[in-house]
């Protein structure tokens, strides 16, 4: 089955500046790549998807990458804000289920 | 629409005995899910559903039981509660496109402690 690995699993960056995170996938049939946003007692929410039809997505301040080559793929927020603070999660899927990384803990310091 | 409704929210169960977690959903989606989240944890697939009457194991399904007898709702059944199930259950919805992938919907989450 799938399985999904996320890094880093903590990240601290400093307001203004671009945070990444990345992810590899193992099931190369794999072909739907979200990306959550999860406040502390709060559900995830999707804040990005990149199919595999498409290499890169931008949404205001926020791009994913896909290389499906290599079977990673790539968040990167530029201009990161205090509010940006939060667990990011990505996830693969291949049709019937998603599989979730294991999350990156990002703190944005002012 | 309502989303996904997920009852109850919280929830404290002694050892051993049995409860179901309600889930709900008014979007007409085919796929229905759910996972657990441990405390500082990821999202663990408990169990999944492709449509009324279809259900198949995730990651992680062991001490659990689902059933799908309508499009709209997704009971998750624990039998006889341990403390290794203490997690947060969120259910999720899908409308699944197989050429493209498939948008997943959370529910807000059913807190359960087990002592």
């Known amino acids: 089955g799938e399985n999904v690995e996320q890094h880093p699993s903590t990240l601290s960056v400093q307001e203004g500046d671009s945070a990444v995170i990345k992810c590899t996938y193992s099931?190369?049939?794999?072909?739907?790549f979200p990306w959550y946003k999860q406040e502390l007692g709060k559900r995830p929410q999707l804040i990005i998807d990149?199919?595999?039809?498409?290499g890169e997505k931008k949404d205001q301040r926020i791009a994913v990458t896909l290389n499906k080559t290599a079977k990673h793929f790539s968040l990167h927020i530029t201009e990161t804000q205090p509010e940006d603070s939060a667990v990011y999660f990505c996830?693969?899927?291949?049709?019937?289920?998603?599989?979730f990384g294991t999350g990156t803990r990002l703190q944005v310091f002012p | 629409n309502a989303g996904v409704t997920q009852t109850p929210k919280f929830r404290i169960l002694k050892i051993g005995q049995s409860m179901t977690l309600q889930c709900a959903q008014d979007?007409?989606?085919?796929?229905m899910y759910w996972y657990r989240q441990d405390p500082g944890m990821g999202l663990k697939l408990i169990y999944y559903?492709?449509?009324?009457?279809?259900?198949d194991k995730g990651e992680v399904p062991n001490g659990y039981n689902v059933s799908r007898s309508t499009t709209e709702d997704f009971p998750l059944r624990l039998e006889l509660a341990a403390p290794s199930q203490t997690s947060v259950y969120f259910c999720?919805?899908?409308?699944?496109?197989?050429?493209?992938?498939?948008?997943?919907?959370f529910g807000e989450g059913s807190w359960l402690t087990v002592v």
């Open positions: 999720a919805s899908s409308y699944s496109d197989s050429e493209l992938g498939n948008t997943i919907y």
């Open positions: 099931d190369s049939a794999s072909n739907y």
């Open positions: 990149i199919r595999s039809n498409v």
């Open positions: 996830a693969a899927s291949n049709t019937d289920k998603l599989i």
């Open positions: 979007m007409n989606h085919n796929y």
């Open positions: 559903s492709v449509g009324a009457g279809i259900t």
